[in-house]
Protein backbone atom coordinates (compact mmCIF):
# COMPACT_ATOMS: atom_id res chain seq x y z
CA UNK A 1 0.00 0.00 0.00
CA UNK A 2 2.82 2.33 -0.13
CA UNK A 3 2.30 5.34 -2.19
CA UNK A 4 -1.59 5.27 -1.52
CA UNK A 5 -2.81 8.71 -0.31
CA UNK A 6 -5.83 8.44 1.42
CA UNK A 7 -7.98 11.64 1.28
CA UNK A 8 -10.39 11.81 4.46
CA UNK A 9 -13.76 14.13 3.86
CA UNK A 10 -14.46 14.03 7.45
CA UNK A 11 -14.77 17.91 8.11
CA UNK A 12 -16.27 20.44 5.46
CA UNK A 13 -13.44 23.20 5.80
CA UNK A 14 -11.19 20.06 4.29
CA UNK A 15 -13.52 18.97 1.47
CA UNK A 16 -12.40 21.81 -0.91
CA UNK A 17 -8.48 20.62 -0.37
CA UNK A 18 -9.43 16.95 -0.55
CA UNK A 19 -10.84 17.06 -3.90
CA UNK A 20 -8.74 19.49 -5.44
CA UNK A 21 -5.84 16.86 -4.50
CA UNK A 22 -7.57 14.07 -5.53
CA UNK A 23 -8.73 15.57 -9.23
CA UNK A 24 -5.05 16.23 -9.43
CA UNK A 25 -4.06 12.62 -8.88
CA UNK A 26 -6.26 11.39 -11.84
CA UNK A 27 -5.31 14.79 -14.19
CA UNK A 28 -1.25 13.35 -13.08
CA UNK A 29 -2.66 10.28 -14.79
CA UNK A 30 -3.28 8.31 -11.30
CA UNK A 31 -5.64 5.63 -10.09
CA UNK A 32 -7.91 6.80 -7.79
CA UNK A 33 -10.34 4.81 -5.02
CA UNK A 34 -14.03 6.64 -5.31
CA UNK A 35 -16.68 5.43 -3.00
CA UNK A 36 -20.04 4.90 -4.86
CA UNK A 37 -23.26 3.50 -3.99
CA UNK A 38 -22.90 0.32 -5.56
CA UNK A 39 -19.41 -0.11 -3.79
CA UNK A 40 -15.58 1.12 -4.10
CA UNK A 41 -14.95 1.63 -7.80
CA UNK A 42 -11.50 2.26 -9.08
CA UNK A 43 -11.22 5.82 -11.47
CA UNK A 44 -8.67 6.83 -13.72
CA UNK A 45 -9.06 9.52 -16.75
CA UNK A 46 -10.59 8.66 -19.31
CA UNK A 47 -9.18 10.54 -22.39
CA UNK A 48 -5.54 8.75 -22.55
CA UNK A 49 -4.90 5.80 -24.08
CA UNK A 50 -2.03 4.94 -21.05
CA UNK A 51 -4.51 5.59 -18.25
CA UNK A 52 -6.99 3.42 -19.42
CA UNK A 53 -4.78 0.57 -19.90
CA UNK A 54 -3.64 0.75 -16.61
CA UNK A 55 -7.20 1.11 -15.68
CA UNK A 56 -8.23 -1.98 -16.85
CA UNK A 57 -5.15 -3.97 -16.56
CA UNK A 58 -4.48 -7.35 -17.71
CA UNK A 59 -7.00 -9.75 -18.65
CA UNK A 60 -9.76 -7.39 -18.21
CA UNK A 61 -12.23 -7.51 -20.79
CA UNK A 62 -15.80 -5.99 -20.20
CA UNK A 63 -15.91 -2.20 -21.09
CA UNK A 64 -15.70 0.73 -18.16
CA UNK A 65 -18.49 2.42 -16.49
CA UNK A 66 -18.32 6.55 -17.41
CA UNK A 67 -19.23 8.63 -13.91
CA UNK A 68 -21.21 11.12 -14.69
CA UNK A 69 -22.86 14.06 -12.87
CA UNK A 70 -25.74 14.41 -15.06
CA UNK A 71 -27.05 13.51 -18.52
CA UNK A 72 -25.61 16.42 -20.04
CA UNK A 73 -21.96 14.73 -19.74
CA UNK A 74 -23.37 11.49 -21.32
CA UNK A 75 -23.81 13.35 -24.60
CA UNK A 76 -20.52 14.21 -25.80
CA UNK A 77 -19.24 10.65 -25.72
CA UNK A 78 -22.12 8.33 -27.36
CA UNK A 79 -23.98 8.90 -30.97
CA UNK A 80 -26.93 9.61 -29.61
CA UNK A 81 -29.47 9.43 -26.89
CA UNK A 82 -32.37 7.69 -27.34
CA UNK A 83 -35.65 9.18 -26.17
CA UNK A 84 -35.69 6.54 -23.15
CA UNK A 85 -32.58 8.02 -21.68
CA UNK A 86 -34.18 11.43 -20.53
CA UNK A 87 -37.18 10.01 -18.21
CA UNK A 88 -34.67 7.03 -16.92
CA UNK A 89 -32.02 10.09 -15.68
CA UNK A 90 -34.41 12.34 -14.79
CA UNK A 91 -36.28 10.10 -12.36
CA UNK A 92 -33.36 7.57 -11.09
CA UNK A 93 -30.19 9.84 -11.54
CA UNK A 94 -28.46 9.96 -9.04
CA UNK A 95 -28.58 6.35 -8.16
CA UNK A 96 -28.11 2.98 -8.54
CA UNK A 97 -29.31 2.59 -11.89
CA UNK A 98 -26.21 1.93 -15.24
CA UNK A 99 -27.53 2.64 -19.10
CA UNK A 100 -25.72 1.29 -21.46
CA UNK A 101 -25.20 3.44 -25.14
CA UNK A 102 -23.98 3.38 -28.08
CA UNK A 103 -20.53 4.30 -27.89
CA UNK A 104 -19.53 7.74 -30.31
CA UNK A 105 -16.63 8.77 -32.25
CA UNK A 106 -15.49 11.36 -29.53
CA UNK A 107 -15.17 8.15 -26.66
CA UNK A 108 -11.48 6.15 -26.53
CA UNK A 109 -12.48 2.38 -28.36
CA UNK A 110 -10.63 1.20 -25.57
CA UNK A 111 -12.84 2.10 -23.08
CA UNK A 112 -15.42 -0.72 -24.46
CA UNK A 113 -12.97 -3.32 -24.44
CA UNK A 114 -13.34 -4.13 -28.48
CA UNK A 115 -17.62 -3.67 -27.72
CA UNK A 116 -19.51 -1.13 -29.61
CA UNK A 117 -21.23 -0.01 -25.98
CA UNK A 118 -20.70 2.05 -23.05
CA UNK A 119 -22.15 2.54 -19.45
CA UNK A 120 -22.81 5.03 -17.46
CA UNK A 121 -23.66 5.92 -13.95
CA UNK A 122 -24.83 8.91 -12.34
CA UNK A 123 -23.76 8.10 -8.39
CA UNK A 124 -25.90 9.32 -5.44
CA UNK A 125 -22.60 9.21 -3.79
CA UNK A 126 -21.87 12.84 -2.12
CA UNK A 127 -17.73 12.22 -3.26
CA UNK A 128 -18.40 10.26 -6.47
CA UNK A 129 -20.94 13.10 -7.44
CA UNK A 130 -18.28 15.78 -6.67
CA UNK A 131 -15.44 14.04 -8.58
CA UNK A 132 -17.76 14.25 -11.75
CA UNK A 133 -18.95 17.45 -11.64
CA UNK A 134 -14.75 18.63 -11.08
CA UNK A 135 -12.91 16.71 -13.09
CA UNK A 136 -12.63 18.35 -16.37
CA UNK A 137 -11.83 15.20 -18.32
CA UNK A 138 -14.14 11.91 -18.71
CA UNK A 139 -13.63 10.16 -15.97
CA UNK A 140 -13.58 5.93 -16.41
CA UNK A 141 -14.44 3.24 -13.97
CA UNK A 142 -14.08 -0.40 -13.09
CA UNK A 143 -15.38 -1.96 -9.72
CA UNK A 144 -12.53 -2.05 -6.87
CA UNK A 145 -11.18 -5.38 -6.72
CA UNK A 146 -8.27 -7.14 -4.49
CA UNK A 147 -4.81 -5.71 -4.79
CA UNK A 148 -5.94 -2.45 -6.40
CA UNK A 149 -5.01 -0.50 -3.20
CA UNK A 150 -1.59 -1.56 -4.34
CA UNK A 151 -2.42 -0.06 -8.22
CA UNK A 152 -3.97 3.68 -6.75
CA UNK A 153 -2.19 6.28 -5.98
CA UNK A 154 -5.00 7.82 -3.93
CA UNK A 155 -8.42 6.84 -2.06
CA UNK A 156 -11.24 9.20 -1.20
CA UNK A 157 -13.28 8.16 2.13
CA UNK A 158 -16.30 9.30 3.70
CA UNK A 159 -17.28 9.02 7.16
CA UNK A 160 -19.33 6.23 6.13
CA UNK A 161 -19.12 3.54 4.42
CA UNK A 162 -20.14 2.65 0.54
CA UNK A 163 -23.73 1.09 1.00
CA UNK A 164 -22.55 -1.84 -1.55
CA UNK A 165 -26.15 -1.53 -3.50
CA UNK A 166 -26.75 -3.71 -6.64
CA UNK A 167 -27.60 -1.14 -9.33
CA UNK A 168 -29.89 -2.11 -11.82
CA UNK A 169 -28.40 -2.14 -15.72
CA UNK A 170 -30.64 -0.89 -18.46
CA UNK A 171 -29.32 -1.65 -22.01
CA UNK A 172 -30.68 1.74 -24.59
CA UNK A 173 -29.29 0.36 -27.61
CA UNK A 174 -31.94 -2.04 -28.25
CA UNK A 175 -35.64 -1.25 -28.57
CA UNK A 176 -37.39 -2.00 -26.71
CA UNK A 177 -34.92 -0.93 -23.29
CA UNK A 178 -33.20 -4.53 -22.40
CA UNK A 179 -33.03 -4.99 -18.37
CA UNK A 180 -29.72 -6.92 -18.81
CA UNK A 181 -29.70 -6.64 -14.72
CA UNK A 182 -32.05 -6.67 -12.15
CA UNK A 183 -30.78 -4.28 -8.83
CA UNK A 184 -32.03 -1.47 -6.93
CA UNK A 185 -34.25 0.05 -9.35
CA UNK A 186 -37.56 -2.44 -10.22
CA UNK A 187 -39.16 -3.41 -13.53
CA UNK A 188 -41.96 -2.12 -12.38
CA UNK A 189 -40.44 1.35 -11.63
CA UNK A 190 -38.52 1.10 -14.74
CA UNK A 191 -42.00 0.55 -16.81
CA UNK A 192 -43.62 3.97 -15.08
CA UNK A 193 -40.81 5.83 -15.51
CA UNK A 194 -41.18 4.70 -19.32
CA UNK A 195 -44.62 5.54 -19.33
CA UNK A 196 -46.28 2.13 -19.14
CA UNK A 197 -43.74 0.62 -21.90
CA UNK A 198 -42.30 -2.08 -20.11
CA UNK A 199 -38.71 -3.03 -21.02
CA UNK A 200 -37.42 -6.62 -21.83
CA UNK A 201 -35.89 -8.89 -19.26
CA UNK A 202 -33.77 -12.18 -20.82
CA UNK A 203 -36.77 -14.73 -19.58
CA UNK A 204 -39.22 -12.67 -21.95
CA UNK A 205 -40.39 -14.47 -24.55
CA UNK A 206 -41.08 -11.91 -26.94
CA UNK A 207 -37.65 -11.73 -28.29
CA UNK A 208 -36.39 -12.07 -31.63
CA UNK A 209 -36.67 -15.48 -33.10
CA UNK A 210 -32.64 -15.48 -33.55
CA UNK A 211 -32.45 -15.84 -30.09
CA UNK A 212 -34.90 -18.60 -29.35
CA UNK A 213 -34.01 -20.72 -26.36
CA UNK A 214 -34.85 -23.50 -24.51
CA UNK A 215 -36.37 -22.18 -21.29
CA UNK A 216 -36.41 -24.28 -17.97
CA UNK A 217 -39.46 -23.87 -15.77
CA UNK A 218 -37.29 -23.33 -12.53
CA UNK A 219 -35.94 -20.17 -12.57
CA UNK A 220 -32.11 -20.46 -13.89
CA UNK A 221 -29.16 -18.04 -12.34
CA UNK A 222 -25.71 -18.67 -13.85
CA UNK A 223 -22.88 -16.34 -11.84
CA UNK A 224 -19.59 -16.00 -13.69
CA UNK A 225 -16.54 -14.34 -12.72
CA UNK A 226 -14.14 -14.77 -10.59
CA UNK A 227 -14.75 -18.25 -8.88
CA UNK A 228 -14.51 -16.82 -5.13
CA UNK A 229 -16.72 -13.89 -6.04
CA UNK A 230 -18.84 -16.24 -7.30
CA UNK A 231 -19.15 -18.62 -4.79
CA UNK A 232 -20.28 -15.78 -2.42
CA UNK A 233 -22.32 -14.57 -4.62
CA UNK A 234 -23.85 -17.65 -4.68
CA UNK A 235 -24.45 -18.37 -1.20
CA UNK A 236 -25.90 -14.62 -1.35
CA UNK A 237 -27.96 -15.77 -3.80
CA UNK A 238 -28.68 -19.00 -1.95
CA UNK A 239 -29.62 -17.55 1.78
CA UNK A 240 -31.79 -14.94 -0.38
CA UNK A 241 -34.01 -17.55 -1.91
CA UNK A 242 -34.47 -20.20 0.72
CA UNK A 243 -36.73 -18.26 2.94
CA UNK A 244 -39.45 -19.22 0.20
CA UNK A 245 -37.83 -21.62 -3.12
CA UNK A 246 -36.85 -24.69 -3.09
CA UNK A 247 -32.94 -24.13 -4.26
CA UNK A 248 -30.15 -26.02 -6.10
CA UNK A 249 -26.92 -25.07 -6.45
CA UNK A 250 -24.61 -26.65 -9.17
CA UNK A 251 -20.82 -25.59 -8.56
CA UNK A 252 -17.44 -27.03 -9.33
CA UNK A 253 -15.71 -29.52 -7.90
CA UNK A 254 -12.94 -26.77 -6.72
CA UNK A 255 -15.34 -24.56 -5.47
CA UNK A 256 -17.56 -27.33 -3.75
CA UNK A 257 -14.36 -28.71 -1.82
CA UNK A 258 -12.92 -24.87 -1.21
CA UNK A 259 -16.42 -22.71 -0.29
CA UNK A 260 -19.61 -24.88 -0.55
CA UNK A 261 -18.26 -27.32 2.82
CA UNK A 262 -21.38 -28.05 5.52
CA UNK A 263 -23.60 -25.61 2.34
CA UNK A 264 -26.85 -27.67 1.41
CA UNK A 265 -28.26 -28.33 -1.83
CA UNK A 266 -24.99 -28.69 -3.77
CA UNK A 267 -24.51 -30.98 -6.47
CA UNK A 268 -21.48 -30.97 -7.57
CA UNK A 269 -21.00 -31.40 -11.52
CA UNK A 270 -17.32 -31.33 -12.65
CA UNK A 271 -14.29 -30.03 -12.74
CA UNK A 272 -12.92 -26.41 -14.39
CA UNK A 273 -10.18 -28.32 -15.48
CA UNK A 274 -12.53 -30.37 -18.00
CA UNK A 275 -14.82 -28.20 -19.17
CA UNK A 276 -16.34 -30.65 -21.58
CA UNK A 277 -17.51 -33.01 -19.16
CA UNK A 278 -18.77 -30.58 -16.72
CA UNK A 279 -20.93 -29.34 -19.58
CA UNK A 280 -22.28 -32.77 -20.13
CA UNK A 281 -22.83 -33.46 -16.00
CA UNK A 282 -24.39 -30.47 -15.90
CA UNK A 283 -26.97 -30.45 -18.34
CA UNK A 284 -27.61 -33.90 -17.15
CA UNK A 285 -28.31 -32.37 -13.88
CA UNK A 286 -30.73 -29.57 -14.92
CA UNK A 287 -32.56 -32.38 -16.62
CA UNK A 288 -33.02 -34.37 -13.15
CA UNK A 289 -33.75 -31.35 -11.61
CA UNK A 290 -36.60 -30.36 -14.10
CA UNK A 291 -37.84 -34.08 -14.39
CA UNK A 292 -38.27 -34.34 -10.70
CA UNK A 293 -39.90 -30.78 -10.17
CA UNK A 294 -36.70 -30.63 -6.82
CA UNK A 295 -36.14 -26.84 -7.14
CA UNK A 296 -38.08 -23.88 -8.26
CA UNK A 297 -34.84 -22.06 -8.49
CA UNK A 298 -31.05 -23.12 -9.92
CA UNK A 299 -27.94 -21.23 -9.15
CA UNK A 300 -25.16 -22.54 -11.27
CA UNK A 301 -21.64 -21.29 -10.99
CA UNK A 302 -20.48 -20.10 -14.19
CA UNK A 303 -16.81 -21.10 -16.07
CA UNK A 304 -14.25 -19.25 -18.07
CA UNK A 305 -15.62 -17.80 -21.38
CA UNK A 306 -12.64 -19.13 -23.40
CA UNK A 307 -12.32 -22.55 -25.85
CA UNK A 308 -14.86 -24.42 -24.86
CA UNK A 309 -16.36 -22.81 -22.02
CA UNK A 310 -16.75 -20.28 -24.15
CA UNK A 311 -19.59 -22.43 -25.88
CA UNK A 312 -20.96 -23.76 -22.38
CA UNK A 313 -21.49 -20.15 -21.07
CA UNK A 314 -23.44 -19.07 -24.63
CA UNK A 315 -25.90 -22.40 -23.99
CA UNK A 316 -26.31 -21.33 -20.29
CA UNK A 317 -26.92 -17.67 -21.39
CA UNK A 318 -29.44 -18.64 -23.66
CA UNK A 319 -31.35 -20.95 -20.86
CA UNK A 320 -31.21 -18.58 -17.91
CA UNK A 321 -33.23 -16.54 -16.44
CA UNK A 322 -30.35 -14.23 -15.24
CA UNK A 323 -26.73 -13.95 -15.36
CA UNK A 324 -24.76 -12.31 -13.13
CA UNK A 325 -21.07 -11.58 -13.66
CA UNK A 326 -19.10 -10.63 -10.93
CA UNK A 327 -16.30 -8.98 -12.74
CA UNK A 328 -18.99 -6.50 -14.91
CA UNK A 329 -18.84 -2.56 -13.87
CA UNK A 330 -22.75 -2.96 -13.27
CA UNK A 331 -22.09 -6.29 -10.66
CA UNK A 332 -22.58 -4.21 -7.03
CA UNK A 333 -19.12 -5.62 -5.77
CA UNK A 334 -19.14 -7.81 -2.90
CA UNK A 335 -16.11 -8.18 -3.20
CA UNK A 336 -15.11 -4.74 -3.42
CA UNK A 337 -13.18 -2.07 -1.49
CA UNK A 338 -13.95 -1.25 2.07
CA UNK A 339 -12.01 1.94 3.44
CA UNK A 340 -10.12 1.91 6.36
CA UNK A 341 -11.53 2.14 9.98
CA UNK A 342 -10.41 5.47 11.58
CA UNK A 343 -10.40 6.35 15.31
CA UNK A 344 -13.21 8.29 16.15
Given amino acids: ?64 TMLVSDLSQV ?30 EKAMAQLSCGQT ?42 RDLPLGLEPTVVDLTSSPPRVTSLGFVSVEELTLALEGRRPLLSSDLATPQRFARYAPAARLIVVEGDPERAARRIKFLRDTYVMTEKCCL ?28 LGRELQAALRDIEARGSASVVLVEGVAREGAGMELMEQLTRSAHQV ?21
Avoid at 35 to 64: F, K, N, Q
Wanted: proline fraction near 8%; aromatic fraction near 6%; glycine fraction near 12%.
Fill in 1 to 64: MSGLVTLALDHPKRQSDRLRQAVGILQKGGLLLVPTEIGYVLAARGDRSETVDRLLGEGWSYPA
Fill in 75 to 104: GPLVGSLPAEAAPLSQIFWPGPLVLTLARG
Fill in 117 to 158: KLSFLASSHPLAQAMAEQCPFPLATVPARPGDEERAQGRLEW
Fill in 250 to 277: LVTRESAERWFDGVGDVRVVGSRSDVGA
Fill in 324 to 344: INTEDPGFAGQAGMQPRQRKR
